[in-house]
T-cell receptor
Framework: QKEVEQNSGPLSVPEGAIASLNCTYS??????FFWYRQYSGKSPELIMS????GDKEDGRFTAQLNKASQYVSLLIRDSQPSDSATYLC????????????FGQGTELSVKP | DVKVTQSSRYLVKRTGEKVFLECVQD?????MFWYRQDPGLGLRLIYF???????EKGDIPEGYSVSREKKERFSLILESASTNQTSMYLC?????????????FGPGTRLTVT
């Protein structure tokens, strides 16, 4: 069973803090990992993708991948109220073509 | 910029009606996907297609069918709408030649079946 798991939250952080979102997956052979942001009533928007172990930074966002431990995380530095959204982790498992498996999402609330 | 569009943002239909949801992408992507999203259940894959006239069942295909006559267009059909098909429907596309298969979503269609 291919699974992607996230804490549903809500995760509440004060404005300016670092928000840390975590995701674990079941298949050690997984190849590609993605973070999507979804505002209430809107569709998911791709914000980060990572394929190799280690960190990948893009502005205030850092994705971290540890394939040995089968987890991927997203750090949001200097969190802003506009970052309040649900964050979906998605994984492309080995031999699944173009299909992605999505986690249930973590709701993030950034308090002013 | 990748552009995925869906025919309607909001749709209200009656039980038993045949419903067509259309999705068009302008990036020449081979792969197209239909999901539904419900509170507490996350994103669930209904059908997907890797090529024109090709379709494969996802995790919850019952009550749905699809059509892909042109590369840029992928239609989801509810043959006889039922109230349990009230949901947010999301279309996505991705490039088959890409190493990592990032998917890009359309704006979604919120369907209510009464």
């Amino acid at each position: 069973q291919k699974e992607v798991e996230q804490n549903s939250g809500p995760l509440s952080v004060p404005e300016g803090a670092i928000a840390s979102l975590n995701c674990t997956y079941s298949d050690r052979g997984s190849q590609s990992f993605f973070w999507y942001r979804q505002y209430s009533g809107k569709s998911p928007e791709l914000i980060m993708s990572i394929y190799s172990n280690g960190d990948k930074e893009d502005g205030r966002f850092t994705a971290q991948l540890n394939k040995a431990s089968q987890y991927v995380s997203l750090l949001i530095r200097d969190s802003q109220p506009s970052d309040s959204a649900t964050y979906l982790c998605a994984v492309r498992f080995y031999n699944q073509g173009g299909k992605l498996i999505f986690g249930q999402g973590t709701e993030l609330s950034v308090k002013p | 910029d990748v552009k995925v569009t869906q025919s309607s943002r909001y749709l209200v239909k009656r039980t038993g009606e045949k419903v067509f949801l259309e999705c068009v992408q302008d990036m020449d992507h081979e792969n197209m996907f239909w999901y539904r999203q419900d509170p507490g259940l996350g994103l669930r894959l209904i059908y997907f297609s890797y090529d024109v006239k090709m379709k494969e069942k996802g995790d919850i295909p019952e009550g749905y069918s699809v059509s892909r006559e042109k590369k840029e267009r992928f239609s989801l059909i509810l043959e006889s709408a039922s109230t349990n098909q009230t949901s947010m429907y999301l279309c996505a596309s991705s490039f088959q030649g890409a190493r990592f298969h990032e998917q890009y979503f359309g704006p979604g269609t919120r369907l209510t079946v009464t």
